[in-house]
């Protein structure tokens, strides 16, 4: 049967359900691979707190599976991974119970 692919102005033509089986295996395994890796390098940079953040990182396939995204669904991914703005202000909510469990500080301390 096949199926008519075209994407990015390119056109495939024409490609066999034996090709386009072979390119979903392909796309599914470097996704997974990818979220493994983003998964264990949270690990080794030592930038685990929970581990809620490690297991928010998934993978979405569409396009029939020609097309996958890895991304990480807390909502404080992007500030983990590129920094957070100059003059953000975090407020002590988020911060003190943080320093306890990472820093291991106690309550005194934390507060301070």
Request: aromatic share 6%; glycine share 10%.
């Amino acid at each position: 049967m096949g199926a008519n692919i075209t994407g990015r102005g390119i056109n495939l033509g024409n490609v066999s359900d034996k090709i386009l089986r072979q390119v979903r295996l392909e796309v599914a395994t470097a996704a997974f691979e990818i979220e493994t890796k983003a998964k264990q390098a949270l690990m080794d940079n030592g930038t685990t707190d929970t581990g809620a953040l490690a297991k928010s990182i998934g993978v979405d396939f569409k396009d029939d599976g020609l097309t996958a995204s890895v991304h990480a669904r807390t909502e404080y991914a992007f500030g983990i991974e590129f920094g957070r703005p100059a003059g953000t202000i975090v407020s002590p909510a988020e911060l003190v119970p943080w320093a306890k469990r990472k820093l291991g500080l106690p309550d005194k301390e934390a507060l301070s």
